[in-house]
């Protein structure tokens, strides 16, 4: 049933039908929606034969379900920005022992200065924490990638966030398609955890490991990181079998006309020049890319889905024979360039690929198509420079119209 | 594509107000969608909230920078939030004041823009239907009366289903007298019912 | 306390401007050049008792420490009611690091100025009850263990309001919160939640605890100037209503105060070295309907099915009262 849902509230539901059996979260803007309808869930019973947990910061809701995973539930929470920061040593925790946890990351900005408004330097700086980081496009995915991220998580024994961009999509209202609690029983295997704290067979989680086996430790996390590529595009295929759409994958193909997703598009040729992004900019971009294609201009568009592991493979098959790249960044590696532009270029070492790296929408600024157009067409004309910063403002801040976030360009 | 900038205070339900429209513009066969401007605003401070009618699919994250349609919840935000700016030529500015258009022109302090500003009381509606200065309903109501994007039925459907009982049928109420009374028609609480089914 | 006992009842409220009193015993706020360290420009709501607070405690402060006060803020309302860029609306200086660390940068600040000689320099912390009695606990007492020279003061308005009113530790039972929704068998905030974390700093045994609200801004007044005297940690609790989170008109904000003391559910009292040295006995009993009604968050409460709760706080009002003895030994 197609039905008007804000994205927090269609993430909650879905979260509910996945069954958890522990939800523990700390509230934070933007994520605050999401955990409170779960709240709201767990009372009314609609989130049935599961703890949810008010805790008293965020390293203790990371804490409560690493420990509600390793005694053997299907645990649940949820944060963002200086919530991920205060939770870091246990979401590394987490990842290093294996506990198949899923976290929504309402993407936010990280302070100094404080600003609750989105970009991706959250996530961003967990991105070594040995979590999968799954990137929502829109409000449908956000609430799809949930059933494959407790899937493929599971799957792999590696904990898994489902990144959401906050406000943009967490509190923007859409026309959805839920997956329905039926669907995801039949979808979603039942939570078989590989270590549990079994009093019959009583086991040891977290010992220490010495310079003679740490790094055998992490070459063994490496190659299941490796692995986990494959299961989140096999999860994710079967998600669009079982559910008539796509959500997910790796590297995400756009039809070249009408720039809808759809994962038979054929790779980009080596006239285009293809714009790589992840996050709900995808949606702007389609919007700004169709009528440059209906002017004849060769641009082509790739979504990154699964920003962790990497997908280099299937980038570079989505890229084609294209050389010329445009990565629209939501995050900033101070005096490098973007951060996605950083793993983007690692992936296409060799292959002589020129790359832009257009740093935009930083702490909720907003990123408008004419804007995104603008420098697109500049890259195509040969103009533009390495790294740019979207709509940069200079001689001064002007003051927005009262009430309204700044749209000015 | 129709699209729709609310500009309000925070405790007036300007958020709400654009989710309900989006609800709305569903009932009425749209594609919709419902952005808020969130911030960390208090109560009293302004905010400004968007929606977007259309036929296919809406895909873009961008804020509404062109509105058709411009509802203003506070008519002491004229001025300081230019609802005039960027409206599309012959737009439509609904405000809730018990003033007239004219004034409305005069204090937004733009008064060569291209729009038909139709002016409504919807605080004093609502005070009287729901008891709270809550003008949503009645902005909605208003707006259903002078455009066809929604429709009355719509907007008190919206406002039946998430409050459910005696708060849902007082919006739905305030909705009704808006739409009346921007289309200049007798106020539906004080006319026999059977003659009010024009929704 | 140092507020001084003159019979005639009105001299020290505000409501005479303290115009009887010896220059020194007046308000802070009846002078011409109060410090107005929080000044115009912030964006609190309408009757926040948080804001209301902050300014007098930190004027008195700022006038105790002879202008020379430095200020760490955790997050919450009340620094980002204050300081959107590029404004900020606090004039002493003022840091704001994080919602968990203002007790510990505050720390930093006063070993700096020791470590430099400037003892002419005080510091205060401030936070809401999230960040004190939760993700900060630890923060806060380690401060209070060391007995580093910082007096911290918790704004506690019973919730996380900045995010949009969510439970906290401090949350008294069957509060609605965005995260203790009114519904279900047991609507609101648990039973038997809610820290005291007076209690908690009285078992720190540190120089100076009190507790305050906004219905007695001399009393609060002179309970920061005492704090100001004292050196080492010292803790001062404010109970401030907040319109948005309590669902109270924001013309209520003291009288709800006043029904909280009155009804003996919030307990204003002194206590030095862990010991309780001065309770404020209630003048007029009230009872705790007085204070609950007014308040959306606890209409469930006023419903059929409420009365066993309504039981539940009438039991904490007597027992604050036998604890405190808050009647002074009247019936
Ligand atoms: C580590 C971390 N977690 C969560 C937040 C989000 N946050 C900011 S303020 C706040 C609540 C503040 O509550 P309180 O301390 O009681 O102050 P109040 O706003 O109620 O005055 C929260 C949860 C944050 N800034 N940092
Ligand atoms: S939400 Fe409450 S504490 Fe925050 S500014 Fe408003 S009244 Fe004050
Ligand atoms: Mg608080």
């Known amino acids: 049933m197609r039905e008007v849902l804000e994205g927090s509230q269609a993430v909650a539901r879905t979260v509910a039908r996945c069954r958890p059996g522990v939800v523990c979260a700390y509230p934070i803007s933007p994520q605050t929606h999401i955990v409170e309808a779960l709240s709201v869930m767990a009372r009314t019973g609609e989130l049935r034969d599961c703890e949810y947990v008010n805790v008293e910061s965020e390293f203790s809701a990371m804490s409560v379900s690493i420990g509600a995973s390793a005694a053997g539930s299907r645990a649940y929470t949820a944060t963002a920005s200086q919530g991920l920061l205060y939770m870091a040593e246990a979401v590394y925790n987490a990842a290093g022992m294996g506990l198949p946890i899923v976290m929504t990351v309402a993407n936010r900005a990280v302070g100094a200065p404080i600003n609750i408004w989105n970009d991706h330097s959250d996530a961003m700086a967990m991105r070594d924490s040995g979590w999968l980081q799954l990137y929502a496009a829109d409000n449908q995915e956000a609430a799809d990638l949930h059933v494959i991220a407790f899937a493929a998580a ?256 | 594509m129709t699209q729709i900038r609310i500009h309000g205070r925070g405790g007036q339900g300007v958020v709400t107000a654009a989710e309900m429209l989006a609800r709305a513009g569903f009932l009425a066969g749209h594609e919709v969608q419902a952005i808020p401007s969130f911030g960390s605003e208090r109560t009293g401070a302004p905010v400004v909230a968007y929606c977007r009618f259309a036929d296919v699919p809406l895909r873009t994250r961008e804020p509404v920078l062109e509105p058709d349609v411009v509802l203003v919840q506070d008519p002491t935000l004229l001025g300081p939030a230019q609802p005039f700016a960027g409206v599309r030529p012959g737009g439509l500015v609904i405000v809730n004041t018990t003033e007239d258009a004219p004034w409305v022109r005069e204090h937004a302090g733009d008064g060569e823009v291209d729009a038909t500003v139709v002016t409504v009381p919807a605080t004093r509606i609502s005070l009287d239907t729901v008891g709270l200065p809550k003008p949503s309903a009645a902005m909605l109501g208003a707006y259903a009366g002078r455009a066809d994007h929604v429709t009355l039925a719509a907007v008190q459907q919206v406002f039946r289903d998430r409050f459910p009982g005696r708060v849902g049928e007082a919006n739905a109420t305030a909705a009704a007298v808006a739409y009346a009374h921007v289309r200049g028609e007798p106020d539906p609480r004080i006319v026999p019912s059977a003659e009010v089914s024009h929704a | 306390m140092s507020t001084v006992h003159i019979p005639f009842l009105q001299t020290g409220t505000l409501a005479v401007g303290g115009r009887l009193l010896d220059d020194a015993e007046r308000s802070v706020q009846s002078q011409a050049d109060r410090p107005s360290s929080l000044t115009r420009g912030h964006r609190a709501c309408q009757g926040c008792a948080e804001a209301l607070a902050a300014r007098w405690v930190m004027d008195t402060a700022v006038e105790a420490a002879d202008g020379r006060l430095v200020v760490a803020n955790a997050t919450g309302c009340l620094e980002v009611f204050s300081t959107l860029y590029p404004e900020s609306a606090w004039k002493p200086p003022w840091i704001h690091s994080l919602f968990a660390n203002a007790a510990a940068v505050a720390t930093g600040i006063a070993s700096s100025l020791h470590a430099q000689g400037r003892d002419d320099v005080r510091v205060l912390a401030q936070g809401g009850d999230g960040g004190t009695v939760d993700i900060g606990l630890a923060a806060v007492s380690g401060m209070f263990e060391r007995n580093d020279d910082v007096l911290y003061v918790c704004y506690d308005n019973q919730g996380y309001m900045n995010t949009g009113v969510q439970r906290s530790s401090a949350t008294p039972p069957s509060a609605r919160t965005a995260t203790t929704p009114a519904v279900g068998r047991q609507p609101g905030a648990p039973q038997g939640t809610g820290k005291s974390m007076v209690k908690i700093a009285m078992a720190h045994e540190i120089p100076y605890v009190a507790s305050a609200t906004v219905a007695d801004l001399r009393d609060l007044e002179a309970k920061v100037r005492t704090a100001m005297s004292i050196h080492g940690a010292r803790y001062l609790h404010v109970l401030v209503p907040c319109p948005l989170g309590w669902g109270s008109s924001s013309s209520e904000s003291i009288s709800l105060s006043r029904a909280a003391v009155q009804s003996g559910i919030f307990p204003v009292v002194e206590a030095r070295a862990g010991e309780l040295t001065d309770v404020q006995r209630i003048r007029e009993r009230m009872d705790v309907e007085a204070y609950l009604r007014p308040q959306a968050r606890f209409a469930h409460l006023f419903k059929p099915g409420g009365e066993d709760a309504l039981n539940r706080w009438r039991a904490l009002a007597e027992a604050n009262i036998r604890r405190y003895d808050l009647l002074g030994g009247r019936p």
């Open chain 1, 154 to 409: 599971e799957e792999l024994g590696i904990p898994a966030m489902v990144c959401m961009d906050g406000f943009v999509l967490t509190h923007a209202t859409d026309v959805l398609e839920l997956a329905t609690q039926e669907q995801i029983d039949g979808f979603l295997p039942p939570y078989s955890p590989t270590q549990v704290l079994d009093i019959d067979r009583p086991t040891t989680i977290g010992t220490m490991a010495g310079p003679e086996s740490f790094t055998e430790t992490k070459y063994l996390q490496h190659l299941r990181f490796l692995d986990a590529a494959d299961v989140v595009e096999a999860w994710s295929d079967r998600f669009t079998e079982a559910f008539g759409r796509e959500a997910g994958g790796l590297a995400v193909r756009y039809d070249p006309d009408t720039l809808d997703r759809d994962r038979s598009a054929p790779p980009a040729g080596a006239e285009d020049l293809v714009v790589v992004a992840m996050g709900s900019v995808i949606g702007t971009l389609q919007e700004a890319i169709a009528p440059m294609r209906a002017e004849g201009l060769p641009v082509r568009l790739v979504g990154i889905s699964a920003y962790r592991p990497f997908p280099r493979e299937a980038l570079k098959a989505a890229l084609g024979e294209s050389r010329h790249i445009v990565v629209i960044d939501r995050a900033l590696e101070l005096g490098s360039g973007g951060v996605l532009t950083g793993c983007v270029g690692r992936a296409l070492a060799g292959t002589g690929s020129r790359i832009h790296s257009v740093v935009a929408g930083l702490g909720g600024r907003p990123i408008l198509e004419g804007s995104l157009r603008d420098v697109i067409a500049r890259a195509l004309a040969g103009e533009q420079r390495g790294l740019e910063f979207l709509d940069l403002k200079t001689g001064g801040v002007p003051v927005p119209p009262v009430g309204a976030t700044e749209v000015a360009r």
